[in-house]
């Protein structure tokens, strides 16, 4: 079954404590990896898109990868304001049938000051 | 730029109810998209729509209908509101759903079925 699963479900960081996200996922033909930042009673935000294995971006504290079964989200350093939920989404498909979008359920950051 | 705006952010209706979640985007994006978003869950796509005039079934559809009369808007209609429907509903735009395009996502409409 194609499927995004991400963890863990919740992550609680002290200020300045470096971790690492994970959305392992199992689909045929990925087109494309994304990671969304989303705050409370906020829709997601748009942080990366990664497209092959040994791909890498950043920006500020966040650093993302991608294997071919899963993607990391390293944060160096965080501070409060990271604090928030992150998402994946995988777009996957073959290119006779489409691509589908299909989402992780996400994993709650708490930085503590 | 307003990017994507959701109305209203709350609403509260009684089982068998209707009401229409409004959805507009000022960035020219032809693909609109209806998710719901539930506890412990992945968003899952309602409805979408690839430009005006055109739309398309998501993963769960039911219960659920849309239309696309102008490039900018993108309502979502609830008829016969049930509980199952309690949920956070995000409408988000995107350029022509190839693989860079992310999708912009509104702020959401938090809606409950007493």
């Known amino acids: 079954e194609d499927q995004v699963t991400q963890s863990p479900e919740a992550l609680r960081l002290q200020e300045g404590e470096s971790s690492s996200l994970n959305c392992s996922y199992t689909?045929?033909?990925?087109?494309?990896l994304f990671w969304y930042r989303q705050d409370p009673g906020k829709g997601p935000e748009f942080l990366f898109t990664l497209y092959s294995a040994g791909e890498e971006k950043e920006k500020e504290r966040l650093k993302a990868t991608l294997t071919k079964k899963e993607s990391f989200l390293h944060i160096t350093a965080p501070k409060p304001e990271d604090s928030a939920t992150y998402l994946c989404a995988v777009r996957w498909g073959e290119e006779t049938s489409g691509s589908r979008l299909t989402f992780g359920e996400g994993t709650q950051l708490t930085v503590n000051p | 730029n307003a990017g994507v705006t959701q109305t209203p952010k709350f609403r509260i209706l009684k089982i068998g109810q209707s009401m229409t979640l409004q959805c507009t985007q000022d960035?020219?994006?032809?693909?609109m998209y209806w998710y719901r978003q539930d506890p412990g869950m992945g968003l899952k796509l309602i409805y979408y729509s690839v430009g005006a005039g055109i739309t398309d079934k998501g993963e769960v559809p039911n219960g659920y209908n849309v239309s696309r009369s102008t490039t900018e808007d993108f309502p979502l209609r609830l008829e016969l509101a049930a509980p199952s429907q309690t949920s956070v509903y995000f409408c988000?735009?995107?350029?022509?759903?190839?693989?860079?395009?992310?999708?912009?996502f509104g702020n959401g409409t938090r809606l409950t079925v007493t």
């Open positions: 960035m020219n994006h032809n693909y």
């Open positions: 689909v045929s033909g990925l087109r494309g």
């Open positions: 988000a735009s995107s350029y022509p759903w190839d693989d860079s395009s992310p999708l912009h």
